[in-house]
């Protein structure tokens, strides 16, 4: 495993002509030409805001979600699938991570297969699927989905929403051409369905992780105690290697707060994991010698809290996530 340095990195296959012009600030990073449109390439549809009203998230929550259908969608060879977490904010072409533009660009080159998207909000509760203030704040359920150490999400997203898009949209069913991914909440998000259903999801993209201790709720004498991110890099380190290929994104001047410092806790994620593939522990080598690794990649940057580096690195994260 080895740290991607950005610059001059051909995997990441990133030109960075704007840094050459003048010293760069500190969490500045230009995006490259895979995430403008460009000339003669075919767009893909997205399809949505559709909305979703899950049975297994408790709370009655009602959300929106978007599938991306790439050119030359054929049922018949069902393409790769990316899922990602807060579906509003890496669906417009405003934002820094406009994944369906990236996708069109990489597919049209064949940097990587045909992938259909799928891109969703975390729940609203009460009669309004999407709060008026969203553009300043997030869904009122997205912290209980999303922060709390739970397999809810984990079961929405496999026994209804994946059934529901498979309804009208066909994607592979192997592991290995499936990703999940995320930022910040989003991350930790899709860190908990990929680490607990590997199976499902082999890959996992997670940018300003939030593996803190947002989710953690003390017990009450009606609640029991629910936990946060903060408790994975102890339970990665105790447990046996999963068949996960991992992208971790972060930076130096990411939160740090009440509920942790986010880039520490990014850290500790990080050498979590790579202590896992060891056999360092003799308690650990029988079940770990003879079995998979994490496939680990990470990127640290020296950006707040914010996708405007993880948007920069996307092209390269998904050439390494899916390409050939």
């Given at each position: 495993?080895?740290?991607l ?15 050459a012009?003048e010293?760069r600030?500190?969490?500045e990073y230009?995006?490259?030409i895979?995430s403008?449109?460009q ?15 899950s049975?297994i ?6 959300r929106?979600?978007w599938v991306?259908v ?7 060879n069902?393409?790769?699938?990316l899922v ?10 405003s ?7 990236v996708l069109d660009?990489?597919i049209?080159?064949?940097d990587?297969?045909?992938t259909l998207?799928i891109?969703?909000?975390p729940?609203n509760?009460?009669t309004e699927h ?11 359920h997205?912290?209980q989905?999303?922060d709390?150490?739970?397999d ?9 929403m994946?059934p529901e ?5 066909k994607?592979t069913s192997?592991?290995?051409?499936r990703a999940i ?8 998000c899709?860190?908990?369905v990929?680490?607990?259903h ?6 996992l993209?997670?940018?300003i992780?939030?593996y803190t201790?947002?989710?953690?709720h003390?017990a009450t004498?009606t609640?029991?105690?629910?936990f946060g991110?903060?408790?994975y890099p102890?339970l990665?380190?105790r ?8 992208f971790?994104?972060?930076g ?16 500790q994620m990080l ?6 593939n060891?056999t360092?522990?003799?308690s650990?080598?029988?079940a770990?010698?003879?079995g ?14 914010s996708?405007?580096?993880g948007?920069w690195?996307?092209p390269?994260?998904l050439?390494?996530v899916?390409?050939?």
């Amino acid at each position: 495993m080895k740290k991607l340095i950005a610059a001059g990195v051909s995997l990441l296959v990133l030109a960075l002509p704007g840094f050459a012009a003048e010293p760069r600030k500190a969490g500045e990073y230009p995006l490259t030409i895979d995430s403008y449109p460009q000339p003669g390439v075919a767009k893909g549809r997205v399809i949505g805001p559709l909305e979703f009203h899950s049975k297994i998230i408790p709370g009655n929550t009602v959300r929106q979600y978007w599938v991306y259908v790439p050119v030359g969608y054929d049922a018949a060879n069902p393409p790769n699938l990316l899922v990602w977490q807060d579906g509003m904010r890496a669906v417009p072409e405003s934002t820094p991570l406009r994944i369906p533009i990236v996708l069109d660009n990489l597919i049209a080159k064949k940097d990587i297969p045909p992938t259909l998207g799928i891109f969703i909000t975390p729940g609203n509760t009460g009669t309004e699927h999407y709060p008026p203030n969203l553009g300043t704040g997030n869904p009122n359920h997205r912290a209980q989905e999303y922060d709390e150490i739970s397999d809810d999400y984990s079961q929405f997203l496999i026994q209804e929403m994946l059934p529901e898009v498979a309804k009208t949209y066909k994607f592979t069913s192997d592991p290995a051409r499936r990703a999940i991914g995320g930022t910040s909440s989003g991350a930790i998000c899709s860190f908990t369905v990929a680490w607990h259903h590997p199976d499902q999801f082999g890959n996992l993209i997670s940018m300003i992780g939030s593996y803190t201790s947002i989710g953690y709720h003390p017990a009450t004498a009606t609640t029991p105690e629910k936990f946060g991110g903060d408790t994975y890099p102890g339970l990665i380190r105790r447990a046996p290697p999963k068949k996960l290929k991992i992208f971790l994104e972060d930076g130096t001047n990411d939160l740090d707060n009440q509920f942790g410092n986010w880039h520490l806790a990014n850290m500790q994620m990080l050498a979590s994991l790579q202590y896992a593939n060891t056999t360092a522990d003799a308690s650990r080598n029988e079940a770990v010698k003879n079995g998979p690794r994490y496939d680990i990649r990470f990127e640290w940057g020296d950006g707040p809290h914010s996708d405007v580096h993880g948007g920069w690195l996307l092209p390269g994260i998904l050439r390494w996530v899916f390409g050939k």
